[in-house]
């Protein structure tokens, strides 16, 4: 079956004229997925069962908190609590056992990461050659109780969609030929997003077609790093009292803006609540 490609998805994000349109991807997935988790589905067995082994991760149980639905995040809360109360007692009871991967409603979840190319360009399957991260021998019998920090139910959701996207990036750079000027006119990437475009285009394209497509995306980093540059040496300088009448110019939100282009994310935004 062909791959869904996030075509329409990836042309939204650049249009957006965003710091990064990964970026803006991952908030857009991350709050549809908090919003879907705390929305109806959490009266659906199979999605709490999900959730129950998965778990979540700090910044999203945070993220469900501030999301407002009470009485979802009772229901969430409470049958995790009830899943992990039994892994305690089968794990004080020596009864404890790594699941299989192919068992359980999320597949694989307590097993190696596969690695980066792999995951952004879909050349692994789970379950083939990873090894149990639960066994006492290799992690220790404690790795259970930290085990929702990486197999987090929203985490893997954006994980599971940015193999893709990036694949979609893959595609129309080798199938649309103006592609490349859309994403020159765009601004940029922030530094992690960009790191894993280039090395899924390092191991993509070959000879001229690679030189022309890794030219373009530095000098586009370039570019745009030199931007927020000028941006955060204007705002320093604002505070000097000799400019206290200058124009800000476009450097009034130059920190978030920096922060994101450097780390990722969106540390100005609100807090993100139901409506």
Known sequence: MKE?????????????MDE????????????DTISFVLGASYMEDDIRGATDQAGFCRRHTKMMY????????????????????????????????????NKGPVAG?????????????????????????????SQGKSYWMKASEET???????????????????????TEPDFLQKLRASKGFCLPHFADLISACEES????????????LYALMEENLNRIQEDIDWFIDKFDYRNKDADWKTSKDAIPRTMQKLVGGYPADPVFRQK
């Open 20 to 31: 990064c349109p990964c970026c803006h991807l991952e908030r857009k997935i991350e709050q």
């Open 66 to 101: 501030d999301y407002g639905n009470s009485l979802g995040n009772a229901w969430i809360l409470k049958t995790r609590m009830d899943y992990m109360r039994k892994q305690l007692k089968a794990q004080a009871q020596g009864k404890m056992t790594a699941p299989s991967a």
């Open 152 to 174: 987090c139910y929203v985490c893997r959701k954006f994980e599971d969609t940015y193999g893709k996207i990036i694949r979609t990036f893959l595609h129309l750079l080798q």
């Open 205 to 216: 394209f070959s000879g001229k077609d690679k030189e022309d497509v890794l030219a373009a």
């Open 109 to 137: 979840i307590y097993q190696e990461k596969p690695s980066l190319f792999s995951r952004l360009t879909g050349q692994h399957s789970a379950g083939k050659g990873t090894k149990s991260k639960i066994s006492a021998e």
């Open 4 to 16: 869904k490609l996030y075509t329409i998805e990836v042309m939204d994000a650049l249009k957006a």
